[in-house]
């Protein structure tokens, strides 16, 4: 798995590379392609293992370029959750689903999150619980045939 996440790191860095040289051209290009292009690079970099601030810098500028994006908000808060700020990924999921209610994906990331939080006791627990389970029903409901839906909810 080693020589598989050395080959994989090399093209998300070359996948990079190559929309750098399309940002490094920023004044011919629109902003709703500018917003795709740091988009995409926040997304690429988020598959990396680690929390990378490169990731975090180019998903903030896409959403300056378009804060009615949900993927931004999606991407951003992974990106802040695997640096390790559980409460300010919430956050953020929280705002996709204000842009839109039925995103599958983000009604996931919330209901995983929730699941990651601490908690001071057990009501809370248990209510952060509830609500986690709420999340995740509504992202099967939305598609049941979604096997990554139903993995994420168990």
Same mark, same amino acid.
């Given at each position: 798995t080693n020589e598989r996440n050395s080959i994989l790191k090399n093209k998300i860095l070359n996948t990079i590379k190559i929309l750098d040289k399309y940002l490094s051209n920023i004044n011919s290009l629109k902003k709703p392609d500018m917003c !795709? &292009?740091?988009?995409?690079?926040?997304f690429i970099l988020d598959k990396l293992p680690?929390?990378?601030?490169? @990731?975090?810098?180019? @998903?903030?500028?896409? /959403?300056? /370029?378009?804060?009615f994006n949900p993927e931004s908000y999606n991407c951003i808060g992974h990106i802040i959750w695997k640096k390790g700020?559980?409460?300010? @990924? /919430?956050?953020? !999921?929280?705002q996709a689903l204000q842009i839109n209610k039925k995103d599958k994906e983000t009604l996931r990331n919330l209901s995983m999150i /929730?699941? @990651?939080?601490k908690s001071e006791n057990s009501e809370q627990k248990r209510n952060t619980c509830l609500e986690s389970v709420k999340y995740a029903k509504e992202s099967v409901d &939305?598609? &049941?045939?979604?096997?990554?839906?139903w993995c994420k909810f168990i």
């Open positions: !795709f &292009i740091y988009y995409c690079k926040s680690e929390y990378t601030k490169e @990731a975090e810098d180019s @998903a903030n500028k896409s /959403l300056k /370029l378009n804060p700020d559980v409460d300010l @990924a /919430l956050n953020y !999921f929280k /929730l699941r @990651a939080k &939305i598609d &049941i045939k979604d096997g990554y839906s």
